[in-house]
């Protein structure tokens, strides 16, 4: 279950890539194993984020 710093984070990000940037989104899920929420977006699925439990963004590639 994302925690409420995720869920703002995702709102916003995914509000900036939809109405913004008016890219698609493709899959958002929970990574189980870190708790991040993964989203992957971009017409041609190039855009990744990690959304960090406290809310911050992951530079980090895995």
Do not use: H, K, W
């Amino acid at each position: 279950m994302p925690t409420a710093a995720q869920l703002a984070s995702l709102y916003r990000i995914s509000y900036q890539l939809t109405y913004i940037m008016l890219q698609p989104i493709y899959l958002i899920c929970v990574d189980n194993r870190t708790r991040n929420i993964y989203i992957l977006a971009g017409y041609d699925e190039e855009i990744e984020f990690q959304i960090l439990p406290t809310g911050e963004l992951s530079d980090e590639p895995n």
